[in-house]
């Protein structure tokens, strides 16, 4: 794998199951399970940079 375009992350278990259980039933059809990370990382940034760094609760 080309280090320069791919990066690993660790997570839990439990983590797992949850973003697995996205990529299966969130989307129209399955998706894989990186491009469900990508996907919500790069909402979660838009999110971010759209509403400053601290969002009130």
């Given at each position: ?22 990529s299966q039933k ?32």
């Amino acid at each position: 794998m080309n280090p320069d375009k791919f990066k690993s992350v660790a997570i839990n278990i439990q983590t797992y199951k949850l973003l697995e259980e996205l990529s299966q039933k969130k989307f129209e059809l399955p998706i894989s399970m990186s491009k469900t990370v990508e996907f919500f990382i790069q909402r979660g940034h838009k999110d971010y940079k759209e509403n400053g760094k601290r969002q009130s609760k």
